[in-house]
């Protein structure tokens, strides 16, 4: 199987649209007959930012949904030049189910105003919340205000992936389930070496998804006050554990000027194999399957914080919505309550796809049809989801300042107090010009 085919739906934004399109009492559908709103046949079109391939959606979601509701007809609109979600919205293109990612929710589904509040069609559907983990529902009702603008399909947190290879060439023990992050780093000192002039680096991680998912739960933005907070304690420990401590060789530092001036990542461990631990998304391995087969691999759950024990990483999930334009909300609404079935999600897990469900016998067989099946997928449950932290649309922005700021510190070109203080400087500047927008 390609790997464009396994790449697990995760995105960009949960954008609003056409607010007037809602109806008039406040997104409240009035009840209908269940068996008319499912043998109805009815046209329904999806749409996610990230811009899935065809094949992609259809192997993952479209098959499915025609299989299970024949009556219906099922588009998808890639997000490609010509087809982004602006120039859609501009040639009145109608999106019955927007999805995407926690993380660009709120610059796609919220910023073009397509938010619809899908309370009353899941009553009326039969919806029971409760089957999903808390935390993702709890996220959603956070970004909705109470609503709920989206039900959650995927899932992923992270974990710590880590190279065999390397720990059996300088005998040090593997990683373990319910490491500290000064284990880990312990750890990382023995294996950050030359070695027959190559040089080697013990651990690493995604930035980009470690902050979006960090174990504090911290935003971007103060909720209710548009004040960043990345010059917050928490911050700095989070940036010293994760990204100033595991540079602290020398010749780590030499690597990043090697990289020109970028911090390892993931081709370090898959391809070029000289990094020894990396945290990043529990899904990497069915995203991109070929490149990671020929590594003598295995994962442990992310390392915690030593105040906050068994408190892992956020969920990251994939949400999809009614939109306030789709003229066939109900049809679109059966589709969603099947994409959270026991059925949808159990096929998905033995593909490699966590489950959105609290069902442990659905967690258990998580990647059980897979060539990895022999791997440490306990290590995906773990610990407990933290919190998911409040999300805004300044997030995007303050993200990349922050990220300006890694290899500077990496290389101790300078201190973190004076490194946040700029961050907040410049993320209190770009919150006041997107408010003028």
């Given amino acids: 199987m390609k790997t464009k085919r396994l790449v697990v739906l995760a995105g960009t934004a949960l954008l609003s649209l056409m607010t007037a399109c809602q109806t ?9 007959p269940k068996e008319s709103i499912v043998s109805k046949p009815a046209e329904l079109t999806f749409f996610m930012m990230a811009g899935d391939s065809e094949d992609g959606f259809n192997e993952r979601i479209g098959n499915a949904i025609r299989k299970k509701f024949p009556q219906y007809t099922i588009k998808y609109i890639r997000s490609q030049p010509g087809t982004t979600l602006p120039e859609l919205i501009t040639a009145g293109q109608v999106i019955d189910i ?3 990612s926690i993380g660009n929710f709120s610059d796609g589904l919220l910023k073009y105003q397509l938010e619809y509040d899908m309370t009353g069609l899941m009553k009326q559907s039969g919806v029971d919340v409760n089957r999903y983990e808390p935390t993702l529902i709890d996220a959603m009702k956070q970004i909705s205000g109470g609503k709920m603008y989206g039900l959650p399909v995927y899932n992923s947190n992270l974990v710590l992936f880590y190279n065999k290879a390397i720990f059996d060439k300088f005998g040090v023990p593997y990683p373990k389930d319910g490491m500290t992050w000064d284990e880990a780093l312990a750890l990382a000192g023995k294996l950050t070496r030359t ?5 080697y680096l013990g651990l690493t991680v995604s930035p980009t998804h470690l902050f979006r998912m960090n174990s504090f739960s911290l935003p971007y933005v103060e909720p209710g006050k548009d004040t960043p907070t990345v010059n917050q304690e928490q911050w700095k420990k989070l940036l010293q554990k994760t990204i100033i ?3 602290a060789d020398e010749g780590y530092k030499e690597k990043i000027i090697e990289l ?3 911090l390892p990542y993931r081709e370090a461990l898959l391809k ?3 990094l020894a631990m990396f945290v990043f998304l529990s899904s990497m391995p069915f995203t991109v399957p070929d490149e990671i087969a020929p590594l003598n691999w295995d994962m442990v759950s992310l390392p915690t914080f030593s105040e906050m024990p068994g408190v892992g990483s956020q969920a990251y999930p994939t949400y999809f919505s009614v939109t306030a334009m789709s003229k066939n909300k109900e049809a679109a609404m059966e589709v969603i309550k099947f994409l959270g079935s026991d059925e949808y999600q159990t096929e998905m897990a033995r593909k490699g796809t966590m489950p959105v469900l609290r069902d442990a016998s659905i967690k258990k067989l998580l990647g059980q049809d897979t060539p990895f099946k022999d791997k ?3 290590a995906v449950f773990h610990n407990k989801f933290a919190p998911i932290s409040p999300k805004s649309v300044y997030d995007v922005s303050i993200e990349k300042i922050l990220n300006n700021k890694l290899v500077p510190l990496a290389k101790q070109e300078i201190d973190i107090n004076t490194a946040l203080r700029s961050a907040e400087e410049e993320a209190i500047k770009s919150i006041r010009e997107l408010k003028l927008k």
Avoid at 195 to 199: D, F, I, K, V
């Fill in 195 to 199: 070695e027959g002039g190559r040089q």
């Fill in 272 to 274: 070029e194999q000289y």
């Fill in 98 to 100: 927007y999805f995407d």
């Fill in 24 to 32: 008039g009492n406040g997104g409240q559908e009035a009840e209908k």
């Fill in 376 to 378: 440490n997928f306990n």
């Fill in 260 to 262: 020109k001036n970028k």
């Fill in 245 to 247: 401590d595991p540079a």
